[in-house]
């Protein structure tokens, strides 16, 4: 259960604020201090656990402030701007607003932002962001417009995505609210229309962000007193282009719909947001604490002398206007569980004691909860999501799209699909994705025409599924020959039967190359060392060398007298690879598999010869591009290690030896791993030697320093 | 604090023998060892594993197995043939029993501790019921056609599998009819190999046995079906685990862990993991997990490996919350199981034990002798001298070599179990469990001469402690059933021994002796109970020491103040005064203030305590890794000072030095340090044995290649 403690009042005398309310609340540097800004000329820096001011600031009659003072976690100094563009800093030790750096901007400033790990960010009345170092650099500097006329910014916030910043800002323009996100590791600002999902125009009053894995979830209290939820990418397919976002109702009538002031809404955790407003349209204004997830009303607290509707909330607190005084209100959120929603979770402990258990769950503290408030502030403990329990509140979006699968068109079923996989994900997100790919899969054997490549592929990169939630789909694949999907399930799945690994070989070692030419194939794993085939002919055989291999080498056996004829044949083979680029893709991505030797063995015997001839030229190839380095690994993003080539080759070789040595094509090569594997021998045997050598060596010296059985030494004990 | 001349020995060519068996008790927390030699040592692990008790080895009495047996009453049998029972309050051996089998190579006790099983050379399997003072031979289970090398009874007691070569038998325990085998595979990787031995089996309460062979495989064995259920391959040289069930004899599951054997197995008492030791001295830890998080199937499933020894495991225990290791090299290694302890304390380290918790080392101070007790042989050391004179570190050239004066060797087949020399060097005393020795020694120049004093009175047969006085003129002993005897020596022989009057009703054996420098008080400690003083003159109890819960590790009394300093195994110290019977000021300001942190974190037990000559407030005592001089007149060292500062602080001054100064002055220069005394005011003398040299004595481990495998 939530628990909103008694509320105290942060000044003794009220504030010099109109109806508006104070201007901003915001964090300082230190835990449990906050600057409180009225609309006036004043900010207050409060100590909250003493109830009592720290520091007062003013700017001069006449003048105004026109943004909440922030601080520089960065510095520790203050920031506030007066008269839309004179910036101030201070701190501490200043006394006088008057006396301190200023800065006279050539914009209208909008808000500045600062959370904790970055520099604060100034953003404009006209959509223009910079960093504050860079705006102090040069002050008079150029801002431009980034917004339209007659947009008008509504609601902004400024968090870490990933430990990268991102600031989100809402502006509106005849009813129509757009939604910016700009990015600031990749200086991209997106742009999207909300669109509002319920039918008569309603005003959106307030605003609040969380950040998820994948999405920033934001939710909009509108003027009808609903609560809306919208799931915002944190990585957009298309940034450039304005793109749409569809708001879903979380929560009906948290507040009165004919409230027209005094609304705010902040999100507390994954499951929680505090409401701020009154619940009936004669009622008195109250802050209520609503669980999204069950969608119940967790606890509410009355407010008898009216509030402005603003709402702040930092770690345990929630800052709100009662009457004329800034109120507090610290509370506590439980994980939300189903009991806990119903009302009837136990409380065994005293109140007073906090005796939560401390788990670290390793899966949701990574993304979540760093949005809306600030993490480090934040001491609740974030636990893995219970299984949901709750009854679905509308027929569940998966049953619609399986339903659409059995009979739409393809192109309906993608744009379907996308919408789908942007809403947000439940816990049984996977079982879903595989009971979609079965239904497709399902409907393309009935209909032989139908092959949904795109939705698959779209499917299949979700990184949810494994090999046992859509049986069937790399057996389809395999008899569509469609190497780009069987690339990305080998990629994806951690759990392909060996026969199945195998089928994949054969298709990819027997797939005609033009047909590769024309399919779409990841080429990442090989892009880096498949270029400079032509020029790595003597580096290559200096690093044989270096591995105490040498195919020059002849004083072995008769056998190496046919390679001594063509030693150019032999540079040639060895350095040039005898698959295609994308063929070799394609192997790299079997090579990564999982396999068991038992298991693998009896299918790999099925492959033809002049196949298994071919994977061994290109495993040869790949040990040899391996020894150009001293660390005997291959450039690139995800290539094949040295065990796994030589592991593929050990088993290519037990399982095809007998046809194998049939064949002339593949003499020359056998050759030279024989030789190879013969040299490995001698140097493993000299090693071992040498270490025996070594034992006895350090024997005799140990034997030299032991020789002193009895000395007579000085010691100082001191 | 001073500068000393240490005389730095490390010709004391002391070698433990290695451990053949090891045996948990659960009910006292006590762990039995026994060693090649036939030494079995008892060590309290509630006690921060002192080794409480020792039973003396004997030639002739290798010992193949160990267990508890009702309640806590210990059995060993061995290649002799014989089972024996040990006496743990008199420290000797109850009874021996011929078990007319041949040599015995195993031996379990029934889970409820009334039937005692053996394994013998000649295929037998025999039952003896155990009666309150003896052992009764019962019947023999149907004859095998090798030798039983393993035996464990199922939880119920229903059922026993024996390990032999090449196969493993089920019998009946009531009717002691074999009723199922299960071959076990003589192949390893494809070869056929020698025999395959079963080294271990443990029979587990689902009727699932386990074996260790020597292919190198754990291996799973349904006894229902005598099917193999799953065979672990666990080491190169020689263990296999597999894991039977016994009803039908087939084989579960197979583990091959090494190509070398597979020598030893333990389960946990909760049959949720079991540990198996391996010949190239890598420790197995198995556990019982489930195949995937939603399924309730289990499966044991090879999880840590250990090397914490280079040769050989021959045996191992698995204590509730630690694995126990012991074998060829000759340490006992108690490794805790990290998700079974719960608070960080001494329970929580690693421990490797390789010395006695004893002195082997006497030392004659005047005459600047050293006598070190072998197992069968006493050598005799004279120190040599230097008449240079040197800084802090340095090596002093010598003027005269350290002389091997004697060796001593003991007939008989009985390990010696104490020594002494006098002070004077005059004297040297030692005893096996049915022998005493008394020798007094001549001095001419540089020669030697030794006689024994012959006609030893009856009663001393055995000794468990020998102590001269401080003017080599009484000898002190303490023998079993807890007597304590005063002997005047004179020239040529003794007079008229006297008993000191026993404490009424106490059977106890005292361990520790030490008497004081005027020769008036004797303080005798026994393993459990507390320290009692006598006044010699009137051979009375004068006074009890106040019961600590932590056993005695080493005992001493101060000259002139005869206070007695008492160090326990908890690493706490006491000193307590004799003459006004209560502890001391200082002991009660330390006891007050506590320890420093690190002081109480040592993990060997301090085995010698004594004083400097000249100065009354100090006090040296060391354990195996550190020495220590106590300078009671400085302030104690709290848990914020550093307490081991091995180097001068250089260029401070003496005002900071003085600051920072506290009574504990340390050093680990030495180690290990089996004995350390104060020779003079300036002159130290520290026996070290390094553990390489220890090493170089030992079989070559089995050699693992480094390159190519």
């Known amino acids: ?718 | 604090m001073g500068e000393f001349n240490v005389h730095r020995v490390r010709f004391f060519n002391y070698v433990p023998s290695g451990i053949r068996c090891v045996a948990y008790n659960n009910q006292s927390n006590r762990l039995a060892v026994s060693r090649t030699d036939g030494t079995v040592e008892i060590y309290n692990l509630s006690a921060n594993y002192f080794q409480e008790k020792f039973f003396p080895g004997h030639e002739s009495r290798a010992t193949e197995a160990l267990c508890w047996a009702k309640g806590q009453r210990l059995f060993s049998a061995g290649l002799n043939g014989e089972i024996i029972e040990y006496d743990l309050q008199a420290l000797t051996i109850k009874y021996a029993v011929d078990a007319f089998g041949g040599p015995i190579w195993s031996m379990a006790a029934s889970p409820s501790g009334s039937q005692l099983l053996v394994g013998c050379e000649d295929g037998s399997v025999k039952l003896f019921q155990i009666t309150p003072d003896k052992i009764q031979f019962e019947r023999n289970f149907d004859r095998q056609k090798s030798r039983i090398l393993s035996l464990s009874w199922h939880p119920a007691g229903t059922h026993v599998a024996a390990g032999s070569i090449d196969y493993i038998s089920v019998f009946d325990s009531k009717s002691g009819s074999a009723i199922g085998k299960m071959l076990v595979d003589r192949q390893y990787m494809g070869v056929s190999k020698r025999k395959c031995i079963i080294w271990g089996v443990a029979f587990l309460s689902d009727g699932t046995v386990i074996s260790v062979d020597s292919a190198g495989k754990v291996q799973i064995w349904d006894s229902a079906t005598g099917t193999l259920m799953k065979n672990h391959l666990v080491s190169n040289a020689d263990v296999k685990v597999q894991i039977w069930d016994s009803a039908t004899g087939t084989l579960m599951k197979n583990h091959l862990v090494s190509n070398a054997d597979v020598q030893s197995i333990a389960v946990s008492p909760q049959e949720d993991s079991f540990v198996v030791g391996t010949a190239e001295g890598t420790v197995f830890h198995f556990q019982l997990v489930s195949v995937t998080s939603s399924s309730s199937e289990k499966q044991w499933v090879r999880t840590k490996p250990f090397q914490h020894h280079t040769h050989g495991v021959r045996a191992v225990a698995h204590s509730p919350t630690a694995l126990i290791s012991g074998g060829t090299d000759t340490h006992l290694v108690i490794r805790p199981l990290m998700e079974k302890v719960e608070v960080k304390n001494y329970d929580a380290a690693l421990r490797k034990i390789t010395f006695p918790h004893r002195r082997l080392v006497s030392c004659a101070k005047k005459k600047q002798l050293l006598l070190f007790q072998f197992a069968h042989h006493l050598e005799l050391w004279r120190l040599g001298s230097t008449v240079a004179t040197g800084k802090n570190g340095d090596t002093l050239p010598l003027s005269k070599n350290a002389d091997h004066l004697l060796h001593l060797k003991t007939k008989g087949p009985e390990n010696i179990i104490c020594s002494c020399i006098s002070p004077c060097g005059g004297w040297i005393a030692c005893s096996t469990a049915s022998r005493f020795f008394l020798y007094r020694l001549n001095y001419e120049h540089d020669n030697i001469s030794l006689q024994r004093v012959s006609k030893m009175p009856v009663f001393l047969r055995s000794a468990l402690q020998i102590l001269f006085s401080e003017d080599s003129t009484k000898l002190f002993v303490a023998s079993n059933q807890g007597s304590l005897r005063v002997i005047r020596l004179q020239e040529g022989g003794f007079t008229h021994p006297r008993a000191f009057q026993p404490q009424s009703g106490t059977v106890q054996s005292m361990c520790l002796l030490a008497v004081s420098p005027d020769g008036n008080w004797l303080a005798a400690s026994g393993s459990s109970a507390g320290v009692h003083v006598y006044n010699v003159k009137q051979l009375k109890l004068h006074c009890t020491v106040p019961a600590y819960n932590f056993p005695v590790t080493a005992l001493a009394i101060a000259p002139n103040t005869n206070n007695l300093v008492i160090a326990h195994s908890d690493q706490q110290v006491f000193e307590y005064s004799i003459p006004d019977k209560q502890y001391t000021e200082w002991s009660r300001t330390v006891q007050k203030q506590g320890f420093h942190h690190l002081w109480l974190q040592r993990d060997t037990p301090i085995t010698h305590i004594s004083f400097h000559p000249k100065r009354p407030m100090h006090i040296l005592l060391h354990d195996t890794y550190m020495f220590c001089l106590i300078d009671k007149s400085l302030p104690l060292p709290n848990d914020k000072t550093l307490l081991y500062n091995p180097l001068p602080p250089t260029n401070e001054s003496d005002v900071i030095r003085r600051r920072t100064a506290h009574a504990f002055k340390i050093s680990k220069k030495y180690k290990p340090l089996l004995f350390v005394d104060l020779l003079d005011e300036k002159t130290l003398v520290a026996v070290e044995r390094p553990l390489d040299d220890i090493v170089a004595q030992l079989p070559p481990p089995i050699k693992k290649k480094k390159f190519g495998t």
Not at chain 1, 163 to 175: A, D, N, Q, S, Y
Not at chain 1, 394 to 418: F, G, M, N, W, Y
Not at chain 1, 625 to 635: F, I, R, V
């Open chain 1, 1 to 718: 259960m939530a628990d909103l403690e008694e509320g105290f009042a942060l000044t003794a005398v009220p504030l010099g604020s109109g109806p508006d309310g104070p201007l901003g609340v915001e964090q300082s540097d230190k835990t449990d201090q906050f600057l409180v800004t009225d609309s006036g000329r004043t900010v207050i820096l409060y100590k909250v656990s003493d109830q009592k001011p720290l520091g007062s600031w003013s700017v001069k009659q006449g003048q105004i402030i026109t943004c909440p003072a922030v601080c520089n976690f960065q510095t520790g100094e203050y920031i506030i701007v007066h008269d839309n563009k004179v910036l101030r800093i201070w701190n501490n030790e200043d006394v006088n607003l008057d006396k301190v750096f200023k800065a006279t901007l050539s914009a209208e400033v909008y808000r500045i932002h600062s959370i904790q790990g970055t520099e604060p960010l100034v953003l404009f009345k006209e959509g223009a962001v910079r960093g504050l170092e860079a705006l102090l650099a040069e002050p008079q500097q150029k801002i431009e417009t980034v917004i339209s006329d007659e947009e008008v910014i509504k609601w902004t916030k400024f968090f870490m995505v990933f430990r990268h910043p991102v600031l989100i800002f809402i502006t509106e323009k005849h009813g129509n609210y757009f939604v910016y996100v700009q990015k600031f590791n990749s200086r991209i600002l997106s742009k999207y229309t909300l669109l509002l999902g319920q039918e008569e125009k309603c005003v959106i009053q307030s605003f609040s962000t969380s950040v998820g894995r994948k999405f920033i979830s934001l939710m909009s209290l509108s003027s009808d007193g609903c609560v809306y939820e919208t799931l915002i990418p944190i990585h957009p397919s298309e940034p450039e282009k304005n793109q749409r976002l569809v708001q879903s109702q979380l929560l009906k009538s948290v507040v009165s719909g004919s409230a027209r002031n005094g609304v705010a809404l902040a999100i507390l955790d994954q499951d929680h947001i505090a409401v701020l407003g009154a619940p009936l349209p004669a009622s008195k204004e109250c802050l209520s604490v609503w669980n999204t997830k069950f969608q119940t009303l967790q606890t509410s607290k009355e407010l008898p002398q009216g509030t402005s509707g603003q709402l702040w909330y930092y770690g345990e607190n929630l800052f709100m206007l009662h009457g004329k005084f800034l109120t507090v209100v610290p509370f506590k959120c439980e994980v939300s569980s189903l009991a806990g929603a119903l009302g009837k979770l136990k409380h065994s402990q005293d109140p007073g004691i906090h005796a939560t258990p401390h788990f670290v769950n390793w899966e949701t503290s990574q993304g979540c909860g760093l949005g809306s408030q600030n993490s480090e502030q934040s001491k609740r403990i974030l636990r893995r999501r219970k299984v949901e329990v709750s009854v679905q509140p509308e027929v569940p979006a998966s049953t619609q799209l399986l339903a659409t699968i059995q009979k739409d068109s393809e192109k309906h079923i993608e744009v379907e699909l996308r919408k789908f996989l942007a809403t947000k994900r439940t816990p049984d997100f996977h079982t879903i994705i595989g009971d979609v790919i079965i239904g497709l899969l399902g409907r393309c054997k009935a209909e032989p025409s139908f092959y949904p490549r795109n939705c698959l592929m779209q499917l299949v990169q979700t990184h949810v599924l494994s090999y046992s939630l859509c049986p069937g789909l790399m057996e389809f694949a395999l008899e569509k020959t469609d190497v780009q999907i069987l690339q990305l399930c080998l990629q994806q799945f951690p759990d392909i039967p060996e026969s199945v690994t195998c089928a994949c070989l054969k298709v990819f070692l027997s797939i005609g190359d033009d047909t590769l030419q024309d399919t779409d194939i990841n080429m990442e794993s090989v892009s880096d060392y498949m270029d400079p085939v032509q020029d790595g002919e003597m580096e290559g055989q200096t690093a044989f060398l270096q591995n105490g291999f040498s195919p020059e080498e002849d004083n072995c056996d008769s056998c190496a007298q046919k390679l001594k004829e063509k030693p150019q044949a032999t540079a040639d083979e060895s350095t040039s690879c005898p698959v295609t680029t994308k063929r070799a893709a394609l192997l790299n991505a079997v090579l990564h598999s999982a396999y068991s030797e038992t298991f693998l063995l009896p299918h790999l015997k099925d492959i033809p010869a002049q196949h298994s001839t071919l994977f061994l030229q290109y495993l040869y190839f790949l040990y040899l591009k391996c020894s150009e380095n001293a660390t005997m690994t291959l450039p690139g993003t995800h290539p094949p290690t040295l065990s796994q080539i030589m592991d593929w080759i050990c088993l290519l070789l037990d399982a095809n030896f007998t046809v194998v040595v049939m064949i002339p094509e593949a003499k020359r090569l056998l050759l030279s791993l024989y030789k190879f594997v013969k040299s490995q021998i001698s140097i493993c045997s000299e090693l071992n030697k040498i270490e025996v050598s070594f034992r006895e060596l350090q024997k005799l010296n140990q034997e030299k320093n032991n020789r002193e059985l009895y000395s007579i030494e000085v010691l100082e004990l001191f």
